[in-house]
């Protein structure tokens, strides 16, 4: 016959003089197991490709860090793929749905970039040419926009270039019926961005991505940007 704990005994952690008599000392104290050790998250594998692709620039006027790679998701990463847009080589299309940029090339293929753009109400679709081109451009905000955000008054006659500049390392200039767009394919450090509806209707890339958008883009260069799905 087993015999019943006294009621004042302590459920676990702690044996009396009558437990150890009666051989509780043999029990298993499942109760009583010590807490688990925090385990350390493993950190995200970075293929070595891509680490070299987005590691820091040192040859730019204003040094680029490397791209925490991590904040945003794979297929956001530059890559070479099939021409998915139907559009002949040396075209510019943005798919707002997916939030891709193509850059076309020959032989049916297409560079495909992850981007950033307008958050609701600010986006902007249509074809466009790119006559203009800057490194490190001066970004002056349209009034309009100092008018939501008041701070911006100090940068009416231009921000000078560097990496807080929100136009970053490289800038397109989108033209259409001559006429300035006032939107612009640009750069960016804010890696967190891409492929989200953030910006204030300009496509943002990465610095690392535009620096390598603007060396192939001739001026002239067609751009289509296709307005976003909806399901």
């Given at each position: 016959?087993?015999?019943?704990?006294?009621?004042?005994?302590?459920?676990?952690?702690?044996?009396?003089?009558?437990?150890?008599?009666?051989?509780?000392?043999?029990?298993?104290?499942?109760?009583?197991?010590?807490?688990?050790?925090?385990?350390?998250?493993?950190?995200?594998?970075?293929?070595?490709?891509?680490?070299?692709?987005?590691?820091?620039?040192f040859t730019e006027p204003y040094p680029i860090p490397?791209?925490?790679?991590?904040?945003?998701?794979?297929?956001?990463?530059?890559?070479?793929?099939?021409?998915?847009?139907?559009?002949?080589?040396?075209?510019?299309?943005?798919?707002?749905?997916?939030?891709?940029?193509?850059?076309?090339?020959?032989?049916?293929?297409?560079?495909?970039?992850?981007?950033?753009?307008?958050?609701?109400?600010?986006?902007?679709?249509?074809?466009?040419?790119?006559?203009?081109?800057?490194?490190?451009?001066?970004?002056?905000?349209?009034?309009?926009?100092?008018?939501?955000?008041?701070?911006?008054?100090?940068?009416?006659?231009?921000?000078?270039?560097?990496?807080?500049?929100?136009?970053?390392?490289?800038?397109?200039?989108?033209?259409?019926?001559?006429?300035?767009?006032?939107?612009?394919?640009?750069?960016?450090?804010?890696?967190?961005?891409?492929?989200?509806n953030v910006s204030s209707g300009c496509v943002r890339?990465?610095?690392?991505?535009?620096?390598?958008?603007?060396?192939?883009?001739?001026?002239?260069?067609?751009?289509?940007?296709?307005?976003?799905?909806?399901?």
């Amino acid at each position: 016959m087993t015999a019943e704990p006294a009621a004042d005994e302590p459920a676990c952690g702690t044996l009396t003089r009558r437990a150890v008599v009666l051989g509780a000392a043999a029990l298993p104290l499942a109760a009583c197991q010590l807490p688990e050790q925090p385990v350390a998250p493993m950190r995200p594998v970075i293929d070595a490709r891509y680490a070299a692709m987005y590691g820091p620039i040192f040859t730019e006027p204003y040094p680029i860090p490397a791209v925490d790679i991590t904040k945003f998701e794979p297929q956001f990463l530059r890559r070479e793929v099939r021409n998915p847009t139907g559009q002949a080589p040396g075209t510019i299309v943005v798919d707002t749905t997916a939030k891709f940029l193509y850059f076309t090339l020959p032989n049916g293929l297409a560079m495909r970039y992850g981007v950033g753009l307008g958050r609701a109400g600010f986006g902007w679709d249509g074809t466009a040419t790119i006559p203009l081109k800057r490194k490190w451009p001066t970004w002056t905000p349209p009034p309009e926009m100092i008018v939501r955000e008041p701070d911006l008054e100090q940068w009416r006659e231009g921000m000078p270039p560097g990496l807080a500049n929100p136009l970053g390392a490289r800038a397109l200039y989108l033209f259409q019926g001559g006429a300035d767009t006032l939107y612009r394919l640009h750069g960016t450090q804010e890696a967190f961005s891409i492929g989200r509806n953030v910006s204030s209707g300009c496509v943002r890339l990465l610095n690392h991505d535009i620096i390598d958008l603007y060396n192939r883009t001739p001026l002239g260069a067609k751009v289509i940007v296709r307005p976003a799905a909806i399901y």
